[in-house]
């Protein structure tokens, strides 16, 4: 009777084991435009049907500008604190 591994597993020290299956499959990515993971060679979003360049193109551009109105906040903090 073969075991439950196929009977390639044996006692002695000349065992194979299969490959362990790895946690995580396969490489996903975002979608910006719903949060739900995606394919990395999708070119449109399976679930909201986004142009994936598009959104992420957005995306970059959206974070972009909120570094830059985060150091702009900064600066004008500074100086306030500078003037006391
Ligand atoms: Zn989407």
Do not use: W
Not at 16 to 22: E, I, K, Q, S
Not at 73 to 78: C, E, M, Q, S, V
């Amino acid at each position: 009777m073969r075991g439950i591994c196929g009977g390639r597993l044996s006692r002695g020290g000349n065992a194979t084991y299969p490959a362990p299956r790895p946690l995580v499959p396969i490489e996903l990515e975002f979608c910006p435009g719903c949060n739900c993971f995606v394919r990395e060679e999708e070119t449109a979003c399976p679930f909201c049907g986004g142009d994936l360049a598009a959104l992420r193109e957005e995306d970059q551009a959206h974070r972009r500008r909120v570094v830059a109105a985060m150091d702009h906040l900064r600066t004008l903090l500074a100086a306030q604190e500078a003037v006391g």
